[in-house]
């Protein structure tokens, strides 16, 4: 069940309307590693997990809150628009508000389409898509993937910093860095306490039995650049990450097998072969007579 309440967690009022920047800020709303994507994704995971208890309650309660960021940001971006200027003085542009707002960098949609608010889609105007989400119901694979999403998208919130001198802007992005700041440690947090206590491993998924892969494969580091440096790097060398393995290092593949000859699919997909053009027509006409398509 959700409940919303007209409150928001942290202030997002700009000092000043910034139709530029508001199209910038789309970025971290509805791109790859926004707001939307981490709302959507620590939801599907709870929804998809298969054990009770703390985790579950976790993912539950930051996908809550990050839908809360995803309505800080989509407020600041519809203040940002309010009464905005298109930015452009020169006259020749100026006379055409649509010309004048692609030479200003705007987002012409924040105004035809969402009436000067915020748009589920990037920076760029692409549409947040579902793909960018990670739900596999593998804890140790999903909380890594937070992670690395998190990491990403505080990246993204500290580069915005510096492009904007408004002062409430860069309140609302310094308290998302440091929300961002807790969430990377708390999914590195979750996926160390599932190692520790023998709940899930690497390599992922744990439960998979190695037996079953090509092992003298499995800690290979195999350089396929012409590259020198990366054997000197800790991954060459020494014991794996996961404390089941040696790692080595190898120029190239250690091994290789033919490759196979080409395929000759069904002549009725019409794909060019050797085979000569009178030979596949009579093969279609047979199998055609043979399917009773």
Known sequence: MYFHKQELQFKSTPDKPDAVY?????????GQYGE??????YQFQAWNMHMPGKYRDM???????EMGHV?????MIAQLLEKSPLGITEDAVQDDPTVAAVVGGTDIQQGIVAGAGAR?????????????ITASGNLLADFT??????????VQVARLYHMTDDHGVRDLLSFLLARDTMHQNMWATAAAELREKGIEDFPVPNKFPQAKEHTEFSYQYLNFSDGKQAGDGPWASGPSFDGKGEYSYHDGPTS???????????????GTTELPNV?????GLVQDKLNKE
């Not at 508001?22 to 509805?30: F, I, S």
């Not at 939307?36 to 994704?41: E, P, R």
């Not at 993937?145 to 505080?154: D, H, L, T």
């Open 120 to 132: 589920p889609v990037d920076s760029n105007g692409n549409p947040w898509q579902g793909s960018y």
């Open 22 to 30: 508001a199209r910038k800020l789309q970025e971290v709303l509805g």
């Open 71 to 75: 309505e800080m940001l989509a407020t």
């Open 36 to 41: 939307i994507s981490v709302a959507m994704q």
């Open 256 to 270: 290789s097998v033919p490759m196979p000859p080409p395929t000759h699919p069904d002549v009725r997909f019409y």
């Open 145 to 154: 993937a937070n992670a690395n999403a998190e990491m990403q998208g505080r």
């Open 279 to 283: 030979v596949e027509k009579t093969a």
């Open 59 to 65: 993912v539950f309660g930051i996908g809550a809150e």
